[in-house]
């Protein structure tokens, strides 16, 4: 399977969202859900993507990971050329996502998505495909839940989402009387190791810092367009 194939493919007479989905079945099956990271992290990321006149707006923030100070960014603006369909989130956002990666200078250790991963009902949502797509790990943190059921909190503070008979992401509380996030594999990671980091890049807000900054770039731009 090429490159190509993990990147969204473009909108044509042949596609169709039955094809679509045996695309994500398919290249669900590469997520790694084992610790690829080193033992120390030094830098993290945050991705989103706003839309705005026609245009998809992809923003990366970089932060080290001890002080979550900002330490690079990139915002790119592309003609948005696939459609809004549930559950195929992927297809539409990683183009400006991927376009704000390549321009890094600094290269985190993980990326912090704002969308689903795994917790996905074809298992592969942004997170996850955007993980394949750059062969680097990375984070689903969402703010509501796609699929499944949320269990009990377990001994570590979260609760696992079940979907399926398998546990796909957690649910967790970052902040004391804020509502939940939904945080899962996305590629390369632990579901444990990620909601560790996501506790960790969380501060003041109940949104962790890297994907709060990423937001901020974006509707920046956004902003600017208007």
């Not at 990366?60 to 603006?77: H, I, M, P, R, T």
């Not at 839940?145 to 649910?171: Q, R, T």
Request: hydrophobic share 40%; with cysteine.
């Amino acid at each position: 399977m090429g490159f190509e194939e993990k990147l969204p493919i473009r909108l044509s007479p042949r596609f169709s969202v039955e094809k679509a989905h045996a695309i994500q079945l398919r290249l669900s099956k590469q997520v790694v859900h084992e610790d690829t990271l080193p033992e120390t992290i030094n830098y993290v990321a945050g991705v989103d993507v706003a839309y705005a006149k026609g245009l998809s707006i992809g923003a990366v923030a970089v932060l080290d990971f001890a002080s979550l100070s900002l330490k690079d960014s990139q915002v790119v603006c592309l003609k948005t050329r696939f459609p809004y369909i549930p559950t195929l989130l992927s297809f539409r956002e990683i183009p400006p996502a991927y376009s704000a990666i390549k321009k890094l200078r600094t290269m985190p250790d993980i990326f912090l998505v704002d969308g689903q991963g795994f917790a996905h009902p074809y298992r592969l949502g942004f997170a996850t495909h955007l993980g394949l797509a750059i062969d680097r790990p990375t984070i689903g943190v969402a703010k509501s839940l796609l699929c499944g059921k949320v269990g009990p909190v377990g001994e570590y503070g979260w609760s696992p989402v079940m979907d399926g008979g398998e546990i796909v992401g957690a649910e967790v509380v970052t902040k004391p009387g804020t509502r939940p996030i939904y945080v899962s594999v996305g590629h390369r990671v632990s579901l444990k190791r990620a909601i560790d980091i996501v506790r960790s890049c969380t501060r003041t807000y109940r949104t962790p810092e890297p994907i709060r900054r990423a937001h901020m770039l974006a509707n920046e731009e956004k902003r600017k367009l208007r």
